[in-house]
C-alpha cells in the first residue's frame, strides 16, 4: 500500500517537472501557446453565453404561450358592423393563443348604464385587457378603470369620445384601439355624385353619440364649402326616430347618416320612410347602407377588429405600452351601393361601385 502510494507522489513530482520546463522555453513561443489556448476559450464562452441567451428566449417563449389570459368585450348593442368586429377580434387572440385565453363577451344592449355594470365587473374580476365595442363602452370602461389596458374599437373619433383636447393619435393613458372612420371628405364627394342637382341634406344622428356628432359637423363643413344647404334632425333613441325621420325626408333632396349604432339598430324604421320618399340615404358604413341606404364607403369591421387582436397580443405577450400606442385606421375602403334601394329610388349607381353582397 506504502509503495503505491510513493508511486502515486513520484508520478505527480514528474508532472510538476514536466510542467516547470516547458514555461521555461523562449518568449515568442509561450505568447503563441498562450493566445493559442485563449482564443478556443474565449469562442466557447461566446458560445456558452448564446446558447443560454437562447435557451432563455425559448423558455419565455414557453412561458407566455403557457399563460392563461382573461379578456372582457364590452359591446353596446347587436348589428352587423360591431357584430364583426367583436367576431375578428375573438378569432385573432383565438388563433395567438387557443385555450389560454378566456374572452368573456357581454352585449349592453344598447344601454350605456348597462356598459358601466359590464366593465366594472370586468374591473371587479381583475380582467387582464378591457375590449370596447363602440364608444359609449368606451366611455364607461374608461371611468372604470385607469390602469387595466383598454383597447377601443368601431370608435370614430377618439379625441371625442374621451374628451382629450388636441388629441393626436395616442391619448397617453390606459386607452387604445382602431377606428371606423372612413374619409368624410369622400363620403361627402358621394352625396354629390350621386345626387348631382343635390340643394339641401338632412343629417341624421343620434343625440346621445358623441361620434355622431362629430361626423355630422366635418359633413356639415364639407357642404358649406360646395355650397349645400343642410339640416341636422337628432333623435334621443328608437322611440323618436320615426317621427324625426318623417320630419327629415320633406323639402331635401339627400340624407346623411354617419356610423351611428342606434341608427344601425333601426334602419328598418329609416328606410320604411325614407324609400315610400324616394330619397338617397348615404350611409357611414356598410351594413347600415345594406339594410336600406343607398351608398356607402365602406371598411371591413371584421379587418377592424382582427388589427385590435393584434395589439391585444402585443400587450399581452409583449408587453406594449398601452399609454404610447397609435390609433389604427382601416387601411382600405370601397365604394359600395346598395342594389335594392337603387332601383327602388330609380337612382343610376356608376360603375366603379360595387354591388353590396344580398343587394342585387
Known amino acids: 500500500m506504502k509503495k503505491k502510494m510513493l508511486a502515486v507522489t513520484l508520478a505527480g513530482m514528474m508532472v510538476m517537472g514536466l510542467a516547470a520546463c516547458g514555461s521555461g522555453q523562449s518568449g515568442t513561443s509561450g505568447s503563441s501557446a498562450a493566445a493559442s489556448s485563449q482564443a478556443p476559450a474565449a469562442e466557447t464562452a461566446a458560445s456558452d453565453a448564446q446558447s443560454t441567451s437562447e435557451a432563455a428566449a425559448t423558455e419565455s417563449a414557453a412561458q407566455t404561450?403557457?399563460?392563461?389570459?382573461?379578456?372582457?368585450?364590452?359591446?353596446?348593442?347587436?348589428?352587423?358592423?360591431?357584430d364583426a368586429a367583436t367576431q375578428g377580434f375573438e378569432d385573432t387572440l383565438k388563433k395567438e393563443y387557443g385555450d389560454n385565453v378566456e374572452i368573456d363577451v357581454q352585449n349592453a344592449q344598447g344601454d350605456s348604464a348597462t356598459c358601466a355594470t359590464i366593465v366594472n365587473g370586468f374591473v371587479s374580476n381583475q380582467y387582464d385587457?378591457?375590449?370596447?365595442?363602440?364608444?359609449?363602452?368606451?366611455?364607461?370602461?374608461?371611468?372604470?378603470t385607469t390602469t387595466i389596458p383598454i383597447l377601443g374599437t368601431s370608435i370614430t373619433d377618439y379625441g371625442t369620445a374621451l374628451g382629450v383636447s388636441n388629441f393626436s393619435g395616442t391619448t397617453g393613458t390606459n386607452i387604445s384601439g382602431t377606428s371606423d372612420l372612413a374619409p368624410l371628405d369622400q363620403q361627402e364627394d358621394m352625396i354629390l355624385e350621386l345626387?348631382?342637382?343635390?340643394?339641401?341634406?338632412?343629417?341624421?344622428?343620434?343625440?346621445s353619440e358623441a361620434n355622431s356628432k362629430f361626423q355630422a359637423e366635418k359633413i356639415e363643413g364639407y357642404l358649406k364649402e360646395d355650397g349645400v344647404?343642410?339640416?341636422?334632425?337628432?333623435?334621443?333613441?328608437?322611440?323618436?326616430?320615426?317621427?324625426?325621420?318623417n320630419s327629415a325626408v320633406n323639402g331635401?333632396?339627400?340624407?346623411?347618416?354617419?356610423?351611428?349604432?342606434?341608427?344601425?339598430?333601426?334602419?328598418?324604421?329609416?328606410?320604411?320612410?325614407?324609400?315610400?320618399?324616394?330619397?338617397?340615404?348615404?350611409?357611414?358604413?356598410?351594413?347600415?347602407?345594406?339594410?336600406?341606404?343607398?351608398?356607402?364607403?365602406?371598411?371591413?369591421?371584421?379587418?377592424?377588429?382582427?388589427?385590435?387582436?393584434?395589439?391585444?397580443?402585443?400587450?399581452?405577450?409583449?408587453?406594449?405600452?398601452?399609454?404610447?400606442?397609435q390609433i389604427e385606421y382601416a387601411s382600405a375602403t370601397t365604394k359600395e351601393y346598395n342594389k335594392k334601394y337603387a332601383d327602388t329610388i330609380g337612382v343610376t349607381v356608376p360603375d366603379d361601385y360595387k354591388v353590396i353582397d344580398g343587394t342585387d
Do not use: R
Open 65 to 82: 404561450s403557457g399563460k392563461k389570459f382573461k379578456v372582457g368585450v364590452c359591446q353596446l348593442v347587436q348589428h352587423e358592423a360591431l
Open 129 to 144: 385587457l378591457i375590449l370596447a365595442n363602440a364608444t359609449p363602452a368606451l366611455q364607461a370602461a374608461q371611468s372604470a
Open 229 to 245: 344647404d343642410y339640416e341636422e334632425f337628432t333623435f334621443s333613441d328608437s322611440n323618436d326616430l320615426s317621427s324625426v325621420v
Open 252 to 325: 331635401v333632396d339627400a340624407m346623411y347618416i354617419p356610423t351611428d349604432n342606434t341608427a344601425a339598430s333601426n334602419m328598418p324604421i329609416i328606410t320604411q320612410v325614407t324609400g315610400a320618399a324616394k330619397l338617397p340615404v348615404i350611409c357611414g358604413e356598410e351594413n347600415m347602407c345594406a339594410q336600406g341606404g343607398l351608398a356607402t364607403l365602406s371598411i371591413s369591421y371584421y379587418d377592424l377588429g382582427a388589427e385590435t387582436g393584434k395589439q391585444a397580443i402585443d400587450i399581452l405577450s409583449n408587453g406594449a405600452d398601452v399609454s404610447t400606442m
Open 195 to 207: 345626387v348631382p342637382d343635390v340643394k339641401k341634406v338632412a343629417i341624421l344622428y343620434c343625440s
